[in-house]
């Protein structure tokens, strides 16, 4: 199991930006995946971005892409998801989450979580 420790949620405003960061309490696997899901009052948990560890390839989904960038700093062992331009519809509790070598954005194939972290936009 990897610990994962999640920080940097809140309150804004739609147009601004948050940057949340998730720190690992080891060093990951090359080969791990390293993804952002989402989950809003009555709805799935959903896939945000996600990218290999060992590399930094990334892959986003429609709703986020151009808006939020996924990245690492491997010296330290954090992910961050850096989220600009947020609308309404990106309020929702984030969880970074890790697979161990399966490039996939279906939650339950991710084996370790962070306890999540409140994202609020108002319009």
């Known amino acids: 199991q990897l610990q994962l420790q999640q920080s940097g949620g809140g309150s804004v405003q739609t147009g601004d930006s948050l940057r949340l960061s998730c720190a690992a309490s080891?060093?990951?696997?090359?080969?791990?995946?390293l993804g952002w899901f989402r989950q809003a009052p009555g709805n799935d948990r959903e896939f945000v971005a996600r990218?290999?560890?060992?590399?930094?390839?990334?892959s986003y989904a429609d709703s986020v892409k151009g808006r939020f960038t996924i990245s690492r700093d491997k010296a330290t062992n954090t992910l961050f998801l850096q989220m600009n331009t947020l609308k309404p519809g990106d309020t929702a509790v984030y969880y970074c989450?890790?697979?161990?070598?399966?490039?996939?954005?279906?939650?339950?194939?991710?084996?370790?979580w962070g306890q999540g972290t409140q994202v609020t936009v108002s319009s």
């Open positions: 990218l290999r560890w060992g590399t930094g390839y990334t």
């Open positions: 989450a890790r697979s161990r070598s399966e490039w996939t954005s279906v939650p339950a194939h991710y084996d370790s």
């Open positions: 080891g060093r990951p696997f090359s080969s791990s995946i």
